[in-house]
């Protein structure tokens, strides 16, 4: 019978204002193992699992400490695990379980089943069975899942024999491989569905909802300005390929290393032949020169065709102007530029205040960055200075 701790706390700190060096943490109890002659149970918050006479070490709990499971050895011998309280018995005769996991929800659990060989003298290993939800994926000689937060599940699993070692994949119920090496595996934020990097020779190839690309020489993650996972650039004797969902774009001579996530899509630069494009939704839109950043849960875009300059605040268009002097637009809250106009011969200066133009020039910011000051000079040379929002 194992020998425990009976108390198992969890630390916790109330706030990051002061550093964490300069905090004392708090703490307060998780779970607990009770052991009496009968066997051990492991008690959490209020549920408790059933007799055991072995626990396979500590329980795992979710990401955000919701749900528990545990997996024991119960009185009769038979393995189990215990999930927030409840009793899932396994399927098969295991000599004992590995790596259980379980989402916040709880809806999605599972482990990993090892069963000896009958024969102690066989020249055969331990087999690895995959098991989630009470359903069994196997037998391999190693096999290790990730569930997510939403409930959605893939593993990673090899088989060895003398000769051969194959990877294969295991991902919301469907099957992958084998494959000669499974290097990667990804969330697609576009398809919700597992990206797998795979390796062929020296080529690397990718599996979107079983479709495969590729190859290329070399297969890298796209992720958004948060740093998610959206999709993957392939890097080969053509140029540079986009996947974004299932879906192909390109190829391109440079594509940005971040893509904008808004309400409605995403967006993107890339670059052709000294253009620089546009990739909307995965429509392109050629500009002479293009920046592009994120505000919020929208974007902002200065564009340039010739003489001709736009700039696109939360989704609306402004211009075209002739060239824009100065800007203050970020992530949230109010904006301005200033931009000039040219009509044949003359230009103008304007600048446009949270989507109202004033005329106009040299913007500046208020002090303390708060609000906006222009100044403006009349037809008979009266120079005034204006202001919006000035303390």
């Known amino acids: ?25 708090g703490s307060k109890v998780l779970f607990e193992f009770k052991e009496t002659t009968q066997g051990i149970t492991v008690k959490v ?67 990993t089943g090892i069963e000896m060989p009958v024969n102690k003298d066989s020249s055969v290993g331990p087999a690895a069975w995959l098991v989630v939800n009470g359903k069994e994926y196997g037998p391999y000689d190693w096999v290790e899942a ?13 088989t060895k024999t003398k000769d051969k070692r194959q990877a294969f994949v295991v991902a919301n119920d469907k099957k992958y491989g084998p494959f000669e090496e499974v290097r990667d595996i990804l969330k697609d934020l576009v398809s919700k569905e597992p990206v797998i990097i795979i390796k062929k020779g020296d080529q690397e190839f990718l599996l979107v909802k079983g479709k495969e690309y590729g190859g290329a020489q070399k297969a890298e993650p796209l992720r958004t300005m948060a740093g998610d996972f959206i999709g993957l650039v392939l890097e080969g004797k053509n140029g540079r390929e986009l996947v974004i969902g299932d879906k192909k774009f390109g190829p391109y001579e440079w594509i940005d290393s971040a893509v904008i996530l808004t309400k409605t899509g995403w967006l993107m630069r890339a670059g052709n032949q000294g253009k620089n494009i546009l990739l909307a ?61 040219q009509r044949l011969k003359n230009t103008t200066s304007i600048v446009v205040i949270d989507g109202k133009e004033y005329p106009g020039e040299r913007l500046r910011r208020g002090p303390g960055g708060i609000g906006f000051s222009w100044l403006f000079v009349s037809d008979d040379g009266l120079g005034t200075l204006n202001s919006i929002g000035v303390k």
């Open 281 to 341: 939704d995965g429509k392109e839109t050629a500009f002479d020169w293009l920046d592009l950043f994120p505000r919020g849960d929208s974007y902002v875009m200065i564009s340039g065709n010739q003489n001709r300059i736009m700039v696109s605040v939360d989704g609306r268009d402004y211009g075209p102007f002739y060239n824009i002097k100065e800007r203050y637009i970020e992530n949230a809250g109010s904006w301005a530029f200033e931009a000039e106009r």
């Open 146 to 158: 990730t569930v997510y937060a939403d409930g959605s599940w893939y593993a990673r699993a090899e």
């Open 1 to 25: 019978m194992i020998k425990l701790l009976r108390f198992f706390t969890l630390s916790l700190c109330a706030g990051l204002a002061l550093g964490l060096a300069a905090q004392e943490p």
């Open 45 to 111: 918050g209020s549920l408790e699992t059933v007799l055991y006479s072995e626990v396979f070490g500590l329980p795992e709990f979710s990401e955000n400490y919701a749900s528990w499971i545990v997996a024991g050895r119960k009185v009769d011998g038979t393995c189990s695990v215990t999930v927030n309280g409840a009793v899932k018995n396994a399927v098969r005769p295991y000599s004992h379980i590995e790596r259980p996991f379980v989402n916040d929800a709880g809806t999605t659990w599972g482990f």
